[in-house]
Every structure is written in C-alpha cells, then in structure tokens.
T-cell receptor
Framework: DAGVIQSPRHEVTEMGQEVTLRCKPI?????LFWYRQTMMRGLELLIY????????DSGMPEDRFSAKMPNASFSTLKIQPSEPRDSAVYFC??????????FGDGTRLSIL | GQQLNQSPQSMFIQEGEDVSMNCTSS?????WLWYKQEPGEGPVLLIA?????ELTSNGRLTAQFGITRKDSFLNISASIPSDVGIYFC??????????????FGQGTILTVHP
C-alpha cells in the first residue's frame, strides 16, 4: 500500500521566492497534518485538516505560510515570500479517526 | 501548553547492549505513542499504549504506560546497528484522542556502535 507521498523531497531556493510543498495522504484517511522539524525546535505541528477543512492553524508561524486541501487526496503548504529561517524538514502525516498518524518522508527545504 | 520531556537526549551504546529511555509530562495523557525516525525518513509508529500500567512488546522493544499517566518508558533489548535513529514519545493534547493534535517529545538520538 502506498504511504503518505510528499514532493519534492528536496528544495533549494533563494530568499524571497515562493515555495510550494505537496502531500498526498493515504487513501481514506480523514485527517491530514503538516509539521516542521528543526534541530532547535524539534517537531512542530503547523496545521491540520479534517475532511479537507482546516481545524487548527495556530502553529502556522506567520502570514507568509498558507495551507490548502482542495480535495481528500491532495494538500499544499505554501511559503511566500520564503526566508532563510524557514529552512527545515517539512512533514505531512495522515490518519483515520482514532488512529495514530502516518508520516511521509518529508521535504528538506533550504532557503539561501 | 502540554510538554513532553524525553531523556536522555542522546545515547551512544555498543551493539548488544540494552537501551532504556523515558518520557515525562506535567499533565496526564490517556495515550502514549512511541515513534522512531531513521535518517532521511519520517517518524514511524513503534508502539501505542492506551491504559495506565500497560506493558506492550514489539519484538525487542518493550514500552510501558506509567501508573501515574504522566510518564512512559521504552526499552530496547540486545541493540543492533539498525536501531540507530531518533526515538520520539508523543501523546494527544488535552481533550483529544490519538487522531487529533499530538504533542511530541524532543527525541532521544540513539547511536549503536558495531
């Protein structure tokens, strides 16, 4: 069975550019989560969706970050404009109600 | 908000040794989850605990849900090089179940020398 699929796996871009990260959750999962991982702050939840609706975006660092889930099989996390401090590994995870979260392999983002 | 404190932060051990790590919280958790993250990959669930006092095994891994519901322990017996990675404890935020927001510990980095 396919797991959570994230793309791209690596992204290197210059400061000020728009960055779009993509996620395909496991089919049938109702919940989708976006996390950011850094050495300093560990794993941080940015936002999560239930049935394509954003439930809690209190972890989104600032207005430069936005996330959408236009349908049950696709979500994007966008950073515009990007800054060097946004460099991190971004994970997407999905789950059934009442079950643990399945993580993708992440997107390693470097902002120069 | 809720915080999970893991210890130790890192461990360097010889192959064959046993490993113990723990996770504590100032608030009660109803579920404890232990994840492992290998280099270049996302965290993968190892063990889930749902009841205070519960002791659950998965191969060489054993985890326990503390009686106070404020701590959990993970043990790895007879470590092997592929046990290398970061081990995270996690639990649902207050009022949630395991499908809602999770709080993660800061992780224990395990290095195993052959």
């Amino acid at each position: 069975d396919a797991g959570v699929i994230q793309s791209p796996r690596h992204e290197v871009t210059e400061m000020g550019q728009e960055v779009t990260l993509r996620c395909k959750p496991i089919s049938g999962h109702d919940y989708l989560f976006w996390y950011r991982q850094t050495m300093m702050r560990g794993l941080e939840l940015l936002i999560y969706f239930n049935n394509n609706v954003p439930i809690d975006d209190s972890g989104m660092p600032e207005d430069r970050f936005s996330a959408k889930m236009p349908n049950a099989s696709f979500s994007t996390l966008k950073i515009q404009p990007s800054e060097p401090r946004d460099s991190a590994v971004y994970f997407c995870a999905s789950s059934f109600p009442g079950a643990h979260q399945h993580f993708g392999d992440g997107t390693r983002l470097s902002i120069l | 908000g809720q915080q999970l404190n893991q210890s130790p932060q890192s461990m360097f051990i010889q192959e064959g040794e046993d490993v113990s790590m723990n996770c504590t919280s100032s608030s009660i958790f109803n579920t404890w989850l232990w994840y492992k993250q290998e280099p270049g990959e996302g965290p993968v669930l190892l063990i889930a605990l749902y009841k205070a006092g519960e002791l659950t095994s998965n191969g060489r891994l054993t985890a326990q849900f503390g009686i106070t519901r404020k701590d959990s322990f993970l043990n790895i017996s007879a470590s092997i090089p592929s046990d290398v990675g970061i081990y995270f404890c996690a639990g649902p935020n207050a009022g949630g179940t395991s499908y809602g927001k999770l709080t993660f510990g800061q992780g224990t980095i395990l290095t195993v020398h052959p």
